[in-house]
């Protein structure tokens, strides 16, 4: 994900397609914040918040 020079947005909802809603999941950000979901969750979608613009972000989910 990455947020453009021009966005004023400082939060977006991100969703994950085709997943096992009954799954757990763990959601890593940029390698630094790991946090657990169902796949319902993620389904449901996520905030990812940026207050710097011009920032990318690297999502790994990898299912337990």
């Known amino acids: 994900a ?9 939060s977006v909802t991100l969703t994950l397609q085709q997943l096992d809603p ?5 959601l890593t950000i940029n ?6 979901y169902t796949g319902q969750q993620l389904l449901q979608g996520f ?3 940026s207050d710097q613009k011009g920032q990318a972000f690297v999502i790994r989910y990898n299912k337990l």
Not at 2 to 10: D, G, L, M, T, V
Not at 22 to 26: D, E, F, G, I, V
Request: aromatic residues 14%.
């Open 2 to 10: 990455y947020r453009r020079y021009e966005c004023e947005q400082e």
């Open 22 to 26: 009954k799954a757990t999941y763990t």
């Open 31 to 36: 390698n630094t914040n790991t946090q657990n």
């Open 47 to 49: 905030v990812l918040n």
